[in-house]
């Protein structure tokens, strides 16, 4: 069945203004095939809709069936409900100890190591002192966004750090807007100065960043640039910075600093962020995470206007584009980045053919003339598609996960984009072991690009697919 976000055909009436008429606002979106919307805009409208002849009983019946046949499947209609199979689920099955070793796993997943000198993994039994510094160092409730559930226990960074070293803590600031008189950076520089290591906690929270509230700036909030240049310089030991956030930074300052180990990404983790982040600084979990963003300049935010949907770059008004598929300017980080603590090396062991023959009907026009595509549908996509194999192999000395990201560059046909992520595998080996990655290339739904007009089209020519350092390229013919 096709559900609505909350609200939606009411804001598609009453603020974009798409139709005249809540009527036909109701009748258009079930026409269309919505079957239920999150709200109660259909609740009020369709009887009226119906009514003026701008939708028939039968759309109506269409919708209700589908919600009826999901409602059946789910068993609303088998019987008292607590005799059957998930009748006796209750609060008692939330917080088991599975459940919050999966938070705790989730979390570990997810984090992203952006750098790291060398620092990382740290030893905890060498360290006495570790200054746990920053607004998010003991944050709770931010660690679970928005959206959230209620959480079995909070496991905040600095609890999870302090289960292993004596911490020191310092908020630096008295809360993540960091503005005025809200900096104490004396106390901070104090503690960093008389640990072994110093772990800086800061990003964003509900207050900087949620629905209906967006960032202006790219930069660290308020003065936490400032807190963590005095901390890292003051710092007796390596500083490990953490950034905790759902959106990017840019952080360009603490990458390029001499005075900064390692930096961690770990979003908004969970109720067991701080243990999952222990793990992967004292090093019982390698960090195999991956960027699910662009990391853009500051300077992006004043070039690039909130309003301005186009994702294509324009380089007459020096327009930079949108995302990882078509930005051509400079990143702080880009998408799919990610370090480990071990090395992995792969090898294409099953290639595709050089090039790949689409058969088109005799009255096809590309058969008597050149075209930069076709369209990406009918009978020549039928069956048309490759595989390809990869062996990766963990040459360190840590066990560790790794998530092989297949890319395609296509040709230039159509403003197409510079590389797309055609999917991703996650192979977890031990040190000395290869484990072999497979990929589908369907040639119509993986490597078509979008026209000017908005059709799919596979454009004609070289596709060059690509993982890592590895490349292969893929002339598709006709």
Not at 112 to 136: D, H, R, Y
Not at 267 to 276: D, F, L
Not at 339 to 351: D, E, F, G, I
Not at 443 to 451: E, F, G, I, K
Request: aromatic share 6%.
């Amino acid at each position: 069945y096709i559900v609505s976000d909350c609200d939606s055909v009411d804001v598609l009436y009453t603020q974009q203004h798409y139709t005249k008429t809540p009527e036909e606002a109701a009748a258009i979106t079930i026409k269309s095939g919505l079957d239920l919307n999150c709200g109660n805009f259909l609740a009020q409208h369709t009887v009226a809709a119906v009514q003026a002849g701008e939708l028939s009983e039968e759309d109506v019946d269409r919708a209700i069936t589908n919600n009826f046949i999901m409602l059946m499947r789910l068993g609303f209609f088998d019987g008292d409900p607590r005799e059957l199979a998930f009748g006796s689920l209750g609060p008692k099955d939330v917080c088991t100890s599975s459940n919050r070793e999966l938070a705790r796993e989730t979390a570990r997943q997810g984090i992203v190591l952006l750098k790291n000198n060398g620092a990382l993994p740290l030893s905890a039994k060498s360290i006495k002192s570790m200054a746990v510094i920053g607004p998010n160092a003991n944050a709770s409730f931010t660690m679970i966004g928005n959206y959230e559930g209620t959480p079995c226990k909070y496991t905040t960074p600095l609890q999870g750090l302090g289960a292993s070293v004596n911490t020191v803590y310092q908020p630096g600031c008295t809360n993540v807007g960091c503005s005025g008189n809200s900096l104490q950076l004396s106390t901070a520089v104090a503690a960093a100065a008389s640990a072994d290591v110093t772990v800086l906690v800061v990003g964003a929270d509900q207050s900087i960043e949620r629905e209906s509230l967006d960032r202006t700036s790219l930069l660290l909030p308020g003065q936490q640039t400032q807190l963590v240049s005095a901390v890292a310089n003051a710092s007796r030991g390596p500083v490990i910075l953490v950034v905790m956030s759902g959106g990017p930074f840019d952080i360009s300052f603490a990458k390029a600093s001499d005075k900064i180990s390692a930096i961690l990404w770990v979003g908004y983790p969970g109720e067991a962020g701080g243990a999952a982040l222990a793990d992967i600084i004292f090093g019982s979990h390698n960090p195999s995470g991956r960027l699910p963003v662009t990391w853009y300049p500051a300077s992006y935010a004043d070039t690039v206007k909130m309003t301005d949907m186009r994702m294509r770059p324009d380089t007459s008004t020096g327009y930079p584009g949108r995302t990882y598929r078509f930005y051509t300017g400079d990143t702080v980080f880009a998408f799919g980045d990610g370090l480990s603590y071990t090395k992995m090396s792969h090898q294409l062991v099953s290639a595709p053919p050089s090039y790949v023959s689409m058969q088109l009907a005799e009255d096809h026009p590309c058969r008597a003339e050149e075209c930069a595509s076709v369209e990406a549908a009918s009978d020549h996509c039928e069956d048309l598609a490759f595989d390809v194999k990869l062996r990766v192999r963990n040459a360190g000395e840590v066990a560790g996960a790794h998530s092989v990201l297949l890319f395609s560059s296509p040709p230039s046909a159509h403003n197409a984009p510079a590389k797309h992520l055609l999917g991703f595998e996650k192979v977890s080996l031990a040190p000395g072991e290869a484990g072999t990655v497979a990929f589908r290339v369907d040639v119509c739904r993986d490597l078509s690009v979008v026209d000017e007009l908005g059709g799919r089209k596979v454009a004609l020519g070289g596709h060059t697919l690509h993982v890592g350092d590895l490349k292969h390229t893929v002339e598709l013919r006709v």
